[in-house]
């Protein structure tokens, strides 16, 4: 296959988009976001891939030492609502603003009500390649639009 | 290797004769619907027989003309009361094997009041947290007639204690239980991601229960061993064999190495296999395993009793091949999906019902599905006849293919096991190269869709008509804090110097590798010890299992 063109609008010029990838909870379906970390790499992001088991803390403070511009989480166990708003909490706690895309068994009425609770971009089974893609490279650049550099963030 | 009319399979017709008529048979015209006879076998003379070696035709002479395979629909939701209804249900409408799904947290041994079971209790199956909820799961159906299959891995042997223990308190004798129970650990690892602790004490846990099975279960399947997950994971049909056999090998030789004989083991071992859309590359999957596993049996491990070397195996229909998009095209998949396996010979089926992309199944959407193996069974006919496509060029060649294709990986596993398969698959999980296998083959399929190369109908071909609503089974809430009352109340009427007595029993045990754990197991079910602290018990000394961070 020819693979879809690297990303060419990068938030640091230079650097690779980096992806930090995790699943929260005790739900172990973890074959959409292995899926997800290679559509992303031969799409030319880094992918830090936290796995399973992720609590909102840990993915902050994985996003905060590994200085991530998106962080994604996969759920399947109709546990999003509660789960999905604790991630964006606790990176915002955190003194990050790290956009959050959400993938995964969401149905169309939650998709709404995510987006209220601060989830930039939702991914369902049916999403092709090229809308993970996009959708990534879009809540990157939601951050690089209405935020100062990295360098100037608080460090936590 | 070699087709069903290789000489080295050459069948003897004259035995196969006598045993088939020696088998009961079903009070139905084997006939056509134009009323033309129909053989209960075809093939040249010397072909292979069913019942036969390898087995590649069927582990029986007669097959479905003795005994049409359980229709076991799995089930379990809300509470326990909840599901003994549905139980209830399924048996009055002509189910005849029980199946039980448990809720997140009590397959990771977790308590409902843990922390980490918030939201989860109930949902994707019935809460139980001591054995007074196996009480009130079985309430009214006597386990000395129901056949039983639980699916539960990294917390198998605490739950099959409780079920041990439920018998011992209703009076049915331990020798009558009949069922199975999943405990197949390995691939928990590799695709289903539910485990507690690291592999080797976990593969311990499963040989003790094949040892308690073994002596007091005889009837009872102790391990199924499972692709059903691998394939659900993103593996190709030939990794979901490969790995599967190779999982049971690795149990095999666990057991040898615990003192046991194959012959004392084997026969009770059983599979559990994935029926995807590829309808005859399926087809081909079953009538390989049977000669592998057959082969290896005999060959590498020295079974000498046959049963030891017939596998018998279980089918659920591919919950990935199905769609949210247009569910009711889920019907389709689904019939396509469980006559592969019925062609493939199995031993029961469940049918996924269509609705379970968007949810778990109403009941209307489970008998549907129940219905639809009702439907093979009763009007297709298939069933009168054992391997029907046996000496099909294009099934016989996929055969073939598959037994070759899987013989190559089993190569890799056992060089890296410097000779057995168990070190071999311990090594390979330990390095994560099964996880990364499986999601290369997933990435492989979803790159296919991607790029049109593969149509799946709804997805990314003919997605007009997506407009309809699909009623969904509904959860209460209420289920989550209904199941904490019960925790509560079972910790306040229980004795406390009995439960401080099991699990330092436990404890002590877990930390001798010699003793069996399932009698400790046991006694600390009946005295309502929760499946959380006999997890915590066990960990302490065990330790906790970390996967690799590798996507």
């Known amino acids: ?156 | 290797m070699g087709s069903v009319t290789d000489p080295e399979y050459g069948g003897d017709r004259e035995r196969w004769q006598r045993e088939y008529d020696a088998a009961p048979r079903r009070d139905v015209p084997f006939e056509t619907m134009s009323g033309m006879p129909v053989e209960p076998v075809y093939g040249p003379p010397g072909a292979e027989m069913p019942g036969q070696w390898p087995y590649t035709r069927g582990p029986y002479a007669s097959m479905y003309r003795s005994r049409l395979w359980t229709m076991r629909q799995f089930a379990g939701f809300g509470t326990a009361e909840d599901t003994n209804a549905r139980f209830k249900e399924l048996l009055r409408s002509g189910g005849n094997g029980l199946s039980t799904a448990f809720d997140m947290p009590t397959l990771l041994g977790r308590d409902s009041s843990d922390p980490l079971s918030k939201g989860e209790v109930g949902r994707a199956g019935v809460a139980v947290d001591t054995m007074a909820d196996m009480e009130v799961l079985f309430s009214g159906i006597d386990l000395g007639s129901v056949s039983t299959s639980m699916t539960v891995n990294s917390a198998a042997a605490a739950i099959m204690a409780m079920y041990v223990g439920v018998g011992d308190r209703t009076g049915v004798e331990r020798r009558a239980l009949s069922g199975t129970i999943q405990n197949d650990i390995l691939k928990e690892y590799q695709a289903q991601k539910e485990y507690i602790f690291p592999p080797r004490p976990s593969v311990r846990l499963v040989t003790d229960l094949v040892r308690f099975a073994t002596a007091e279960l005889p009837r009872w399947h102790p391990v199924s061993v499972s692709g059903y997950h691998i394939r659900e994971a993103g593996s190709t049909a030939v990794q979901e064999l490969a790995f599967t056999l190779a999982n049971g090998f690795a149990y095999v030789e666990a057991a040898i190495a615990d003192g046991m004989a194959v012959d004392d083991f084997a026969p009770r071992l059983s599979f559990f296999f994935n029926a995807h859309i590829d309808f005859f590359e399926e087809i081909a999957k079953y009538r390989a395993a049977r000669r592998i596993w057959a082969r290896w049996m005999r060959d590498r491990y020295g079974a000498a009793d046959g049963r030891s070397t017939q596998l018998r195996f279980h089918t659920q229909t591919a919950g990935v091949s199905l769609t949210a998009q247009q569910p009711e095209l889920n019907l389709a998949r689904v019939a396509i999906e469980a006559l592969a396996g019925v062609l493939g010979g199995t031993q029961s089926l469940h049918t996924d019902s269509y609705d379970e992309a968007l949810a778990l199944p109403t009941e209307r959407a489970a008998r549907l599905a129940l219905r639809t193996q009702q439907v093979i069974a009763e009007e297709s006919g298939v069933v009168h006849v054992a391997d029907p496509l046996g000496g099909s060029w294009y099934v016989e060649s996929l055969t073939d293919e598959m037994e070759s294709s899987v013989e190559e990986i089993f190569a890799q596993l056992d060089a890296a096991g410097d000779g057995s398969m168990l070190e071999g698959v311990l090594a390979r999980i330990e390095d994560g190269w099964f996880c990364s296998e499986i999601a290369d083959a997933a990435y492989r399929f979803q790159s296919d869709i991607a790029a049109g190369r593969w149509i799946h109908v709804g997805v990314n071909g003919y997605t007009e008509g997506d407009d309809a609503e699909t009623p969904t089974l509904y959860i209460d809430p209420a289920v989550e804090a209904r199941q904490l009352e019960t925790l509560a109340e079972i910790k306040q009427r229980r004795d406390d110097d009995a439960v401080r007595r099991s699990l330092d029993r436990l404890q002590r045990e877990a930390a001798d590798p010699t003793v069996n754990l399932m009698p400790a197991l046991i006694e600390a079910a009946a005295s309502y010890v929760t499946v959380g602290e006999t997890t915590q018990a066990l960990e302490s000394v065990f330790g906790t299992w970390y996967e690799r961070p590798l996507a």
Do not use: W
Request: glycine residues 12%; contains cysteine; proline residues 9%.
């Open chain 1, 1 to 156: 296959m020819t693979g879809p063109a690297p990303l060419t609008a990068m938030p640091i010029p230079g650097r690779p988009l980096r992806v930090l990838l995790a699943k929260v909870g005790l739900d172990g379906h973890d074959r959409g976001l292995r899926v997800v970390a290679r559509i992303l790499r031969d799409g030319g992001c880094e992918v830090v891939f936290a796995g399973l088991r992720q609590t909102p803390e840990s993915i902050a403070a994985a996003a905060a030492q590994e200085d991530v511009d998106v962080v994604g989480v996969s759920m399947h166990n109709g546990a999003h609502l509660t789960l999905a708003p604790a991630v964006v909490q606790a990176l915002r706690h955190a003194g990050l603003d790290t956009p959050v895309v959400v993938g995964g068994i969401v149905p169309a009425v939650d998709v709404g009500r995510l987006h209220e609770a601060g989830v930039v971009g939702v991914l369902g089974p049916g999403a092709s390649n090229d809308e993970v893609l996009a959708t990534v490279k879009h809540a990157a650049l939601t951050r690089v639009s209405s935020t100062p550099p990295p360098a100037a963030r608080p460090s936590a």
